[in-house]
Each structure stands twice: as structure tokens, then as C-alpha cells.
């Protein structure tokens, strides 16, 4: 017997309840200004749809005169978010009749950071659901060459729906992703289908007035996309023998009119939509506006009005509020989503990593010491005829990702080195700090003076090493005659010649380059013109060093030939001062290395380590207030941050790469995928009231879990902590830290990553209650 529980309909402010005049199988327009459709039946043929333009709805404006963000709290959308806060479910569940398609267009799509979400999450997502998932990407032929084997639908309805679909005028391909997890993957060619494009723009504006123009190509791709993706999930429910339970997962609003059709045509289908990073909150962050301060401010129709994304602002909203569930990534997107969306996430789903793709079985520490030899390498070449410092005494320091100068926090890092620099020159500090910023930006080639450096270090290599063969032969024949050499013969005027040329060769009329690359924008580039204003020249009489790499690595680069991988494990800190940063995969990267990092409490990523950790700094994230300080006075903690962390020894340098290390288990999505499961639970029960029921409930602990503070001494920069250690090697300091103990306590406080399990149709699916 199946438990049955009503399905609660969504509701938004703005709706006009106009119960009288429905009809059951009529579609009626409310409030036309934000167009809500909806129509009572089967439950999961319910609609809620709206198209945007809220300015002439009273109910709207109100809510909008609610004043949500008084300090910028970072209210919890659902009662887990610690890690402990989400039940472990140990019925199974049924899987047979239920079908999960996770739609996106990085689906074997490089494009940015989602498609990093679902490569990594794709052998999970694959272990929990088998042969009923299917990711859902457009066709490009490249990628197709070079990711996906192109294969024959196992599943008979899924293989009649492409029959029938490729005989209709589309071209849909079925394969395996060639990932991990090696998934089923569905990609539809929007190209092909271009001669359908004006009538689905028509149908797109008599339905839900939304008018795309012809030049924005971006969009008229996601209206193929999304008209393909609904036709393909309304052609699978009609093949399907039985009523199907088919839950829709879909990413960002390139994928999400493919959702708002769904509701439209009433497809018996569970939607979720997930925005990464909203699209109104990109663009006003780029113009460098007091974004948060004013988030309740906005008038987000004339904002996405006047940057000429008021088409795209309608479809992510949308979508937003006509899917069963919103999700986004953090606490922080969720604070945005609900002022810019008009509607609160219902959970946040943290973005993970596969660890063991990062895993080096205890030997990070080694590996981290081999990169770190390359890097010097590279220095060395890069700073010929300026060596003065010791390599041995230098610190690593990097950022990396988009341009996005102040969004990524450019600005800010350039200034706390500045200021860096001035506290080890007073301090006569003996450390140097080198400082990357990976980049990239327009180039025409390599610059010829770096080019030069690492051909000038190669040729004293060379010449040492040639020396040495002379050397070492001279050395052998003595010790075979039994004699002792006579070091005034073992090096002839020859070899005093060689070495003597090797030297003249290092004589540099010019300062090391700063940046790698001839830059086309030079005189206009944010970075170089800031180098220029604080002066950070890479002189002799500077402790801290710059170098701008604006490529991304590769193996395959003739100058610093490491990947990205390789590139992190050899350096010491990760800096990612970011002023808008929804997840910030770039400081996870770093975690799951063993390489600190420097995050912020604007980041997702930060905000999640402060809420899991008790003493973030101890295991080496550090997180800077970026969202109750000033910018000097988040550059002065910045440099606090910098310039305590170049005073730590190198033992506690160990030390607390091995403390980061230990945090990879929070990051693995074999937790973190829990929210997934929560989400499409959630979706499930409110699609599919007769059959899956959602009760919430509350979490065993109010609080969840937090990740301790260390039991030994932690060697944290924070001067607040009175247990950092003293910077000496004394042998009595060795006695404060076990290793192995520590770690122990640390397992302890966190269990292993395991699968989670889905209660069985016929249970009850238990979730925690909103807050």
C-alpha cells in the first residue's frame, strides 16, 4: 500500500488566487505583468510559470519593500548545512521506474566551472542511479572526437525516443561520456535544428512573453537547447510502457527554458533547477558596484535592462521559480537568488571533488617537494643575473582563474603585497616571496627576455654539467693509480674558460620581467597598470617578487612546462581574495592538495569552511573579512595573513600542509552529493504526491558537526591565538605535535565518505525542515 500525502503547491507573492474562474483543463493568465500559469489536476501536471516584469504587481512590490538584508545574514535554507545535519538512510530504494536526466550545456562542453561540477560528480551520480541517468549536452564535434564513444541506447523507450526525434528533422547522439563513472550522455545538435528557431521564438513569446532579439546567438542557442530538451523529455514520457518517474536536473539558464517548457506542457516531470552564479549578479559585480550592500536595493528589470540581458534575466528567472526545487551552491548565491530570482533556494548544494583524483597516498608532501624543484627551476631562469636571494628561503604564492580583476581579487592581493614588501624590508626579513598570477589575458607570444632566461639557465646547466664529466673522469683515473688528486690540475684552463663564459652570460642589463608575455593591451591591463602604481618592479631591493603568467599551464609550454596540478602542489599558499565568488572551486583545489589557502567570507567556499571548522586558520584556510571590513582594512588583514605566514618555519609549514590535507574528506562528493539526493528527493515528493512523500523533520544535532581545533599546537598566523608556536626548531617544540595522533582525532571527527542510500518508494523519504 502506498503512503499518500497532498503535495504542497508552491506559491509566490505576486500570485492572484482566482480559484472560481479555473477550469481544469484551462490555461489562464494571472497578473500579466508577471505572467503566473497555473492550473489545478494531477499533481505533477501542476504549473506554476512566470515571466518577468514584477513592477506592476502589488503583491510583488510589497514583498519587495522587505527589508531581507539587515547585516547580510547568511540565513540557512535548510537545516543542513553541516554535514551531520542530513539523516542516514538505510532503506533501499527502487529505482526501476524512476530516470534521472542532469541537463547543462557543459555537458562534454568545457566552458567553465559546471562543467567541473559534473565531471566529478558524474561516478557518484552514476553508482546511485546505474543505467537510469542520463546527462543531456549539446553536440560539438570536437569535443565528440576526443570524449564520447558513440554507442546504442540500451534502454528501448530512450532508443525509440531518439528514433523518433532523429525522424522528426533533429540529430540527437547517444555515447559515454569517457570520464570517470563513464555515464550515459544524450547530446542534441542545436546547429541542425536552426530552421526551427523562429518558431519557437514564436511560441516562446505567445507563451511566455519572452522576446529574444536575433544577434544574441548565446541565447538563441538556449532556446534551441531548451525547446530540444523539453521535446526529448515529452517524447520519452509518451514511449515510456508505464507512467514514468523522471526527475530533471538542469544547470544554469542556458539550460532552463528547457524546464519552464516542461511546466508549461504539463510533462510529468521532477524539476530542479541549480544557478552556479546568478546572471544579473555577474554583470553588476563587473561594473564594480557595492554589490551586497545594495543587493536589496536593485531594480533588477531596469539592471538587466540597461546591460541588455533582460531576455536571458527572464529566462533564469523562470526557471528559478517555476522548478519543484531551487537549489544554488552556497549560502552566499543564496542570499543573491533571493533578491535577484525573487525566490528563496529551497537547499544549497555545495559544489564537491572527486578526492581520489587528488589522493597521493601519503606522499603529497613528496610530490609537493618535487613541483616546488620546478618552480625553482623556473625561477631561477626567469631571475638569471638577479639571484640574490635564497631559493631555499622563498615563499610560493599564486592566483588564478578568470580576468575578473576586482571580482577575483587582483586588486586587493597586489596591495597587501605591496605592503608585504615594506614589512620584510623594515623587518630585514631574509624570506623573498614570489608572487603568480595565472591569468589569462591577449597575448602574441612569449616575451623574448623570459624565453632567454630559461635559455640562459639551460646553458649553465650545461656547462656545469660538462665540467663535472671532466671533473668526475680526472677524479676516477687518480683514485685508479692509487693516488690522491691534485685539485690544482683537475680543472685545466679549458674548463676556467667554459665557466668564465657561463658567467659573462648572466650579466643582465635589464630587471627580470614581470610578465611573461607581450600583452596586445599593455598600457590599459588592470594588473600591469597596478604593478606600475605600487611599484613592485622585481628589484633587487624587493622582498617580494612578481611574475604574471597570462596562459593557462600546460605541460606543454616551452617556459614552465607543469600543469595546473603539478603548479599548486608546488607552492606554499593560494591566494583568492575574491569579492564575488559563489563556490570558489580554486581554494578546494588547494584543500585536497594539502596546499593552504587564502579565501574570503564572500566566497562560498569560505563561508562553508568557516561553518564546518572551528578554527579554519589552524588547518591552513585562511578567511578574510571581506564582507564587514572596508577594502584597507581587508588589505591590512590580508598582509597580516601574508606576512605571518612567511614567518612560520618550514617544520611548521609541514605541519599544516597536513592538517589542510585531512579537510579533503569534507570536499568529497561522496558527502557532499548528499544534497543532491536531498533535492531530488524534495522533487520527487512534490512531483509525484502519490507515490514519494516528503515530511520534513528535525536534524539529530541543531548544530552538526564542526571540524575541531587541532589538539596540538596549530601553527596559525591569527595573533588572537595565543597557542601559535614560537618560529624556532628547538627540540623540545618537536614533543608539542604527534602526527599520527593528531590525525587519529581528527578520523574521529569525521566520518569516512560512504554512499547513502534511498529510502524505498513505499517509505517515507525524510528530510530536515526549513528553518
Known amino acids: 500500500m502506498r503512503t499518500k500525502r497532498k503535495s504542497q503547491r508552491l506559491t509566490f507573492p505576486c500570485e492572484l488566487q482566482e480559484e472560481n474562474s479555473r477550469d481544469e483543463n484551462s490555461f489562464p493568465t494571472f497578473c500579466l505583468a508577471n505572467q503566473i500559469l497555473h492550473t489545478e489536476g494531477p499533481a505533477h501536471c501542476q504549473i506554476i510559470l512566470l515571466v518577468i516584469d514584477s513592477s506592476r504587481c502589488e503583491a510583488c512590490a510589497a514583498e519587495r519593500g ?66 537510469n541517468y542520463f546527462l543531456v549536452g549539446p553536440y560539438m564535434e570536437s569535443n565528440v572526437r576526443t570524449q564520447v564513444e558513440l554507442i546504442e541506447p540500451c534502454n528501448a523507450a530512450l532508443r525509440r525516443t531518439i528514433d523518433k526525434m532523429n525522424s522528426s528533422g533533429c540529430k540527437v547522439y547517444f555515447g559515454r561520456w569517457l570520464i570517470e563513472g563513464s555515464p550515459y550522455v544524450i547530446l542534441l545538435d542545436v546547429g541542425f535544428t536552426a530552421w526551427s528557431l523562429d518558431r519557437w521564438k514564436s511560441e516562446l513569446w505567445e507563451n511566455c512573453s519572452i522576446g529574444v532579439p536575433w544577434f544574441d546567438r548565446e541565447a538563441n542557442d538556449a532556446v534551441l537547447f531548451g525547446f530540444l530538451t523539453a521535446w526529448l523529455l515529452g517524447e520519452y514520457a509518451a514511449q515510456c510502457d508505464e507512467p514514468p518517474h523522471i526527475v530533471a536536473h538542469f544547470h544554469e539558464w542556458l539550460a532552463g527554458l528547457g524546464l519552464v517548457l516542461c511546466r508549461q506542457r504539463q510533462l510529468p516531470v521532477a524539476t530542479i533547477f541549480t544557478t552556479h552564479a546568478t546572471l544579473l549578479g555577474r554583470y553588476l559585480c563587473a561594473g564594480n558596484v557595492d554589490f551586497y550592500n545594495k543587493l536589496a536595493e536593485f531594480n533588477v528589470d531596469k539592471e538587466a535592462g540597461d546591460r541588455q540581458i533582460y531576455h536571458r534575466y527572464c529566462l533564469e528567472r523562470a526557471a528559478a521559480r517555476c522548478a519543484h526545487v531551487f537549489t544554488t551552491v552556497s549560502q552566499i548565491t543564496a542570499i543573491e537568488a533571493e533578491h535577484l530570482l525573487r525566490r528563496k533556494p529551497d537547499i544549497v548544494t555545495p559544489n564537491g571533488l572527486n578526492v581520489k583524483k587528488f589522493s597521493a597516498m601519503h606522499e603529497f608532501q613528496n610530490l609537493h617537494a618535487q613541483s616546488k624543484a620546478r618552480i625553482q627551476e623556473f625561477v631561477r631562469g626567469h631571475f638569471y643575473g638577479h639571484l640574490d636571494f635564497n631559493l631555499d628561503k622563498t615563499v610560493f604564492l599564486f592566483i588564478a582563474g578568470r580576468y575578473e580583476f576586482s571580482n577575483k581579487g587582483a586588486d586587493i592581493f597586489l596591495e597587501a603585497l605591496a605592503r608585504l614588501n615594506y614589512l620584510l624590508r623594515v623587518n630585514h626579513s631574509d624570506v623573498t616571496v614570489i608572487a603568480f598570477f595565472i591569468m589569462p589575458a591577449r597575448t602574441n607570444n612569449f616575451n623574448v627576455e623570459t624565453l632567454k632566461g630559461q635559455a640562459v639557465r639551460k646553458q649553465l646547466w ?61 598600457s590599459s591591463d588592470s594588473i600591469l597598470n597596478c604593478i606600475r602604481r605600487i611599484g613592485l618592479f622585481n628589484t633587487a631591493q624587493d622582498r617580494v617578487k612578481v611574475i604574471f603568467h597570462p596562459e593557462f599551464l600546460s605541460s606543454t609550454s616551452p617556459l614552465l612546462p607543469m600543469d595546473y596540478e603539478e603548479f599548486v602542489r608546488g607552492c606554499h599558499l593560494g591566494v583568492f581574495p575574491s569579492y564575488y565568488e559563489p563556490w570558489g572551486y580554486t581554494p578546494a583545489e588547494c584543500t585536497v592538495m594539502g596546499i593552504p589557502s587564502i579565501s574570503t567570507n564572500l566566497s562560498g567556499f569560505g563561508c562553508f569552511m568557516e561553518e564546518h571548522i572551528a578554527d579554519p586558520s589552524a588547518y591552513g584556510i585562511y578567511i578574510l573579512d571581506r564582507r564587514y571590513r572596508g577594502v584597507d582594512e581587508s588589505c591590512n588583514q590580508l598582509t597580516s595573513f601574508l606576512f605571518q605566514f612567511c614567518q612560520q618555519s618550514r617544520r611548521q609549514r609541514i605541519i599544516q600542509r597536513n592538517r589542510t590535507e585531512r579537510l579533503s574528506d569534507l570536499l568529497d562528493w561522496r558527502y557532499l552529493g548528499r544534497y543532491y539526493i536531498s533535492a531530488r528527493h524534495m522533487a520527487l515528493a512534490k512531483a509525484f504526491p502519490d507515490t514519494f512523500i516528503y515530511e520534513p523533520q528535525e536534524p539529530t544535532s541543531a548544530t552538526g558537526f564542526r571540524y575541531p581545533r587541532p589538539a596540538s599546537v596549530p601553527p596559525s598566523p591569527a595573533h588572537s591565538l595565543h597557542s601559535s608556536p614560537h618560529h624556532s626548531e628547538a627540540e623540545d617544540e618537536e614533543e608539542l605535535y604527534d602526527e599520527d595522533l593528531e590525525a587519529e582525532k581528527d578520523r574521529v571527527n569525521i566520518r569516512q565518505p560512504f554512499n547513502m542510500p534511498n529510502r524505498n518508494k513505499n517509505q517515507i523519504v525524510g528530510l530536515p525542515e526549513k528553518n
Not at 566551472?113 to 560528480?121: A, E, H, S
Not at 685508479?480 to 674548463?495: A, F, H, I, T
Open 462 to 522: 650545461d656547462t656545469a654539467q660538462s665540467v663535472k664529466e671532466r671533473f668526475g673522469k680526472k677524479l676516477y683515473e687518480s683514485l685508479l693509480v692509487g693516488q690522491l688528486p691534485d685539485v690544482s690540475k683537475m680543472l685545466d684552463k679549458e674548463d676556467f674558460t667554459m665557466m668564465k663564459r657561463a658567467i659573462f652570460a648572466t650579466q643582465r642589463q635589464c630587471l627580470p620581467p614581470v610578465c611573461t608575455h607581450n600583452m596586445l593591451e599593455d
Open 66 to 131: 522587505k527589508d531581507t538584508t539587515a547585516g547580510m545574514p547568511l540565513a540557512r535554507s535548510l537545516s543542513v548545512t553541516s554535514l551531520s545535519g542530513l539523516e542516514e538512510w538505510d532503506e533501499e530504494f527502487d529505482r526501476e521506474d524512476a530516470v534521472l536526466f542532469e541537463i547543462a550545456w557543459e555537458v562534454a562542453n568545457k566552458v567553465g566551472g559546471i562543467y567541473t561540477v559534473i565531471q566529478t560528480k558524474a561516478r557518484l551520480t552514476c553508482e546511485e542511479w546505474g543505467e
